[in-house]
């Protein structure tokens, strides 16, 4: 079983995707953890991208599909993959299908996490850090013992410069004109199963599964 997971920056993506793995043992492919592996390997692959990230421009469609082939022929005989992070925008979902196609493999189905922007917001904007030891909180799903300082060596805490509300209205206009229409690619192919991704982390994943039963029983 193949499976896309798709959903806004705060959606919850990360959290599933590990539970939805462990479950139907699948192999988790996260764009982002495969481009840093080929950066810090130096790969071929990896020495191409860092030629785009130095110059300051995104890695190209094609370059990341290259690397996604590589991926997806090393765990197709797994037992199956969660693609996380992939794709992007509709030339990369096409691109995908033609990939898919000439290895004989397809996508099963692609569960789209919803989530209002004014929950995203207030998910992505409430996160705090220590500066010292890295550990992170939530002002309303994890917070401190005391408002403010970490609990373990009690530094201040604060707010990293991407998780502030101008940064997290970009990334989300961002992900509404690149990675919406690739929701409307999937529902055209009649893979697109929708889950609200507002409730705790076991009612959503509950509702995950029963999207999965009911694609791959049919």
Known sequence: MNLIFLGPPGAGKGTQAKRICDKYNLTQI????ILREHLKNETGLGKKAREYINAGNLVPNDLIIDMMRYEIEKNRSK????LDGFPRNVAQAEALD??????NDKIDVAIVLNVPNS?????????????????????IFNPPAKE????????????????????VNNRLE????ETKP???????QGLAHHVDGV???????????????SFVNN
């Not at 929950?119 to 002002?139: F, K, N």
């Not at 970490?150 to 509300?165: A, P, S, V």
């Open 199 to 213: 409730g705790s982390v076991d009612e959503i994943f509950n509702l995950i599964n029963e999207g999965i039963d």
């Open 98 to 103: 033609e990939l898919l196609n000439d290895l």
């Open 119 to 139: 929950e995203l917001m207030a998910r992505l904007t409430g996160r705090r850090v220590c500066p010292s030891c890295g550990t992170s909180y939530h002002l």
């Open 30 to 33: 996260a764009t982002g953890d």
């Open 148 to 167: 403010g300082v970490c609990d373990h060596d009690g530094e201040e805490l604060f707010q990293r410069k991407d998780d502030n509300e101008e940064t």
């Open 79 to 82: 037992g199956g993959y969660l």
């Open 174 to 177: 961002v992900y509404t004109k």
């Open 182 to 188: 690739i929701i409307t690619y999937y529902e055209k």
